[in-house]
């Protein structure tokens, strides 16, 4: 039930235990003593509800009659208008005596309107934080559910939760569309031989370099999207090279390069130093410390940059420690 004031909308939110409730049932046999239909006096119940919400509970007239009050809420049945204003009298005679409303010489004030009353923003606000309790619920079931799996079951219901992320990814980062999002699951399902985590990660930087990229231009977006994320799972997560993104970016705060798409170069003059048996943080180390001590090349690109990188790491590492593999 909606009622419109000034394009607000409010709600009576009739939850599922409003019927068994205790003030629906002590209303109902109330209207059984009298001899009153019980749904009857139910629906007066609701329509003095809805009527009040305009005034958090209050319904203000000239005096409080019967007569007054069918207008009001706009009560018809069956039955003629005296048997109206009568069945209108004795409900409003129950719901006094259960303190479900209080009568004044010009007003009549429901007790319980506002627990039954949200408005659109309040309603909003309930409806996510059922999703939050709903989820958090799924969650629980989904796991007791997996102790009962073999390992394989167990694991296609995890890459079926990884396709469902990777899809909403896709569509956040504007890669495709709602209606596109069925042809692509199957390319995910391609890329079953690495694990879930490599592809959670590997979509994490595929929307993060999303911003420097023009997908219009890309012909055939099921294809590109496979040999991305196969490309950064293999070159980058594999060999962990996501650990150098706060180095690429102070390369783009510094000025070196425009974008970070600009780093290819030099991710592979990283992974060189990998496979020569480096860590990580040796080689994110030596390249902060040359960053820090050179300035923008101008009107040089990433290939003198990454040249010079390449001279320095090649000094300080291999001059220092010599190749590992050889050791």
Known sequence: MVEQKEKKLFYIQLFDSFFQSEDIISIKESALDENINPNDAIIIYQKLILTSIKNNGLIQCAIV????????????SNLSRNE???TIEQVI???EKLGLIVIADNALYL???IQYTLTKQEDSERRRLERLRNTSLINEMQLKALNTLTEEDKKNFEFEKCIDRTIAGLIYCGFITQNEKEKFIDVIYDLDCFTTQEIDEAMKLFIK?????????????EQYLNKTLTNIIQNEIQIELYEFDSTFELLLNKGFINKLSDTRQLKGIIKN???KGFTNKEINETLISIINK???????SIISLASYLSKELERLLINNGGDKNEK
């Open 209 to 221: 370099r999303s911003l420097d990229t023009d997908y219009s231009k890309v012909v055939n977006k």
């Open 294 to 300: 050179i300035t923008p090349l101008d009107n040089e």
């Open 93 to 95: 005679l129950i719901l």
């Open 65 to 76: 009659s019967p007569q007054i009050i069918k207008n009001k809420i706009g009560y018809e």
């Open 273 to 275: 130093y990998v496979n």
């Open 84 to 86: 109206d204003i009568k």
């Open 111 to 113: 007790t319980k309107a």
